[in-house]
């Protein structure tokens, strides 16, 4: 099992984005490795500032040099993007080959979990997908288009392997989000998807929810179905 090292940015002429940010790397980060079964060593903090020098990062990789570096050192990057007026993190070249590295490429901040629909919104449900930091992650909203609440709302999400196989070839996961509600003119988030997903995999949403007369709406929605805007309104 490798051991871990976590490069957490923060920005520090971003004051108001610090504390948010941060717990929010924390939380992914978490959740990230839960599933791999791995346990953080070691976190350094990296304070960018106009003309400072990667502090954080240059104590990061003298860590996997002291470990030994190569595959058994495993440095999981959580946000590239540029935080605030500040710039995108590159690996420097100097070190791409010192051990594996994990880029999650997740937003600075998280999305916003509900958000006003646009006026091109279409009923009675429709899927929105609005592009997060630096367009490395879509936010993917289900909007309740229609004058009532929609209640009982179950939706399945499928992702199948990349799109050039047969459909008996395809494998697919599939997970589900259920919500209790959905007020009318509100959307809400439903799934973030790097948009690396994009060229090689094809995700499916099926949507059913239920009308306050008790009639059941449902929808399937892919990439092409989906309402793009270019900002979110909270």
């Not at 973030?192 to 995999?201: G, I, K, N, Q």
Request: some cysteine; hydrophobic content about 45%; overall charge negative.
């Amino acid at each position: 099992m490798p051991k871990v090292v976590v490069y957490y940015r923060t920005n520090a002429a971003e004051p108001e984005l610090l504390t948010a940010s941060l717990m929010y790397q924390k939380a992914q980060v978490a959740e990230a490795l839960k599933g791999c079964g791995y346990a953080v060593v070691a976190g350094f903090i990296e304070r960018e500032a106009v003309g400072r020098e990667l502090v954080a990062w240059r104590q990061a990789m003298k860590t996997v040099e002291d470990w030994g570096g190569g595959i058994d050192c495993l440095v999981v990057i959580p946000v590239t993007a540029a935080i605030g007026a500040g710039k995108p993190f590159v690996i420097p070249p100097s070190d791409r080959w010192a051990c594996v590295f994990w880029e999650l490429e997740f937003p600075v901040v998280p999305a916003a979990e509900v958000v006003s629909p646009p006026t091109i919104a279409r009923p009675p449900l429709c899927l929105l997908r609005s592009a997060g930091g630096e367009a490395v992650r879509w936010h993917i909203y289900l909007c309740n288009a229609v004058e009532d609440d929609i209640t009982d709302v179950v939706i399945e999400i499928e992702v199948y392997d990349s799109p050039l196989l047969s459909p008996a070839e395809r494998v697919a996961s599939v997970s589900t989000k259920t919500l209790a509600e959905i007020a009318p003119a509100t959307c809400m988030l439903i799934n973030t998807e790097p948009s690396a997903v994009r060229s090689d995999a094809v995700t499916l949403y099926r949507v059913t929810a239920r009308r306050r007369d008790g009639s059941q709406i449902t929808g399937k929605f892919s990439w092409e179905d989906m309402v793009e805007v270019a900002g979110i309104v909270t």
